[in-house]
């Protein structure tokens, strides 16, 4: 069974530039996460979806981040304009039912550094 | 609210020698507890993982934590460390409620040869 997939795996930009990651979640898995992992730190959570729905992005930086989950399964992650201060490892990780004791499989994650 | 504080962001080991990671945590319902390690450039791999029931829980790769409610605690052990265990290990904790999981920041294991 494939893993969670992410693209790019690495991604270089200058500053004010807008950059885009995708994720393949596991087949089947209903929730699917974004986190931001800055050196050093654990994972932070940006926005979790229940399928198509947004159920908690109150983390989510609204003014440069956006997400999308359409048809409930891959998902983007798009930041316009970044900042020196994006720089950082995303992670999508997913899980068959949030809550539960299902525990969540990620992916390997896109390192972003902002020039 | 809750959090998870790893305690040492380094620890060395032998080979050969006990791994003992800490992790504490606050949460106001009952938690569900989860060890991850994550190797360079990977994603999070879970080791074990605690909901309910029985308290010691045995993981992949020799792995084992206990749940003590009373320390609020849910420290990761091993009895003999391996090159191989070289990497990050990260303790989190689930609210059940809410479906949101709190990440510790890490600790980095060394195994010495």
């Known amino acids: 069974e494939a893993g969670v997939v992410q693209s790019p795996r690495y991604k270089i930009i200058e500053k004010k530039q807008p950059v885009a990651f995708w994720c393949n979640p596991i087949?089947?898995?209903?929730?699917l996460y974004w986190y931001r992992q800055n050196l050093g730190q654990g994972p932070e959570l940006l926005i979790r979806?229940?399928?198509?729905?947004?159920?908690?992005d109150s983390q989510l930086p609204k003014d440069r981040f956006s997400a999308e989950r359409l048809k409930g399964v891959d998902s983007t992650l798009k930041i316009q304009p970044a900042e020196l201060g994006d720089s950082a490892v995303y992670l999508c990780a997913s899980s068959l039912v949030s809550g539960s004791q299902d525990p969540q499989y990620f992916g390997p994650g896109t390192r972003l550094l902002v020039l | 609210a809750q959090s998870v504080t790893q305690l040492g962001s380094h620890v060395s080991v032998s080979e050969g020698a006990l791994v003992l990671l800490r992790c504490n945590y606050s949460s106001s319902v009952p938690p569900y507890l989860f060890w991850y390690v994550q190797y360079p450039n990977q994603g999070l791999q879970l080791l074990l993982k605690y909901t309910t029931g029985a308290t010691l829980v045995k993981g992949i790769n020799g792995f084992e934590a206990e749940f003590k409610k009373s320390e609020t605690s849910f420290h990761l052990t091993k009895p003999s460390a391996h090159m191989s265990d070289a990497a990050e290990y990260f303790c989190a904790v689930l609210n059940t409620n809410a479906g949101k999981s709190t990440f510790g920041d890490g600790t980095t294991l060394t195994v010495k040869p």
């Open positions: 979806y229940e399928n198509e729905e947004a159920v908690d």
């Open positions: 087949s089947g898995h209903n929730t």
